[in-house]
């Protein structure tokens, strides 16, 4: 079982001071990075491999939905912005000490759906965890 305590207190930590923590700040879903990760036609695709979203434990709480497995932490948080729907999703890798902040990203308008935010979660969990294997390899 995972920590509860340590995994909600790493996620107001990052919450906080998301400049911060997150490297490259949270990244806006548009039709350019759809483009660039090749999935302008998500809705009408089948993933490939859904191997890495596929054995989550889900905890669900008023705020935030909280994806948690061996190798990541993933915090869903739906909010509003001057009345405007906007679901933020943080990435980060599960260590043994506390989960490390890889990679932020937020969704709104036409792309706040839930497949699409499970679809670009995806392609971000496959290139973070084929990034920790290339390092891996190097070290």
């Not at 759809?34 to 705020?63: G, K, M, S, W």
Request: proline content about 4%; charged content about 25%; glycine content about 2%.
């Amino acid at each position: 079982m995972h920590n509860i305590k340590t995994l909600e207190k790493c996620f107001k930590k990052y919450l906080r001071n998301l400049e911060a923590w997150a490297p490259e700040n949270l990244i806006h879903v548009d039709l350019d990075l759809l483009r660039e990760f090749n999935l302008l036609h998500v809705h009408n695709q089948i993933p490939v491999d859904t191997a890495l979203t596929r054995y989550f434990q889900v905890l669900e709480t008023p705020d935030k939905i909280t994806l948690i497995n061996n190798d990541f932490v993933v915090w869903i948080v739906p909010d509003k912005l001057k009345d405007k729907a906007i679901t933020y999703a943080l990435i980060a890798t599960n260590s043994d000490k506390e989960p490390k902040l890889e990679v932020g990203f937020f969704v709104s308008g036409v792309y706040n759906t839930s497949h699409l935010v499970l679809t670009v979660l995806e392609k971000f969990l496959h290139e973070i965890q084929e990034n920790e294997e290339l390092l891996a390899k190097l070290r």
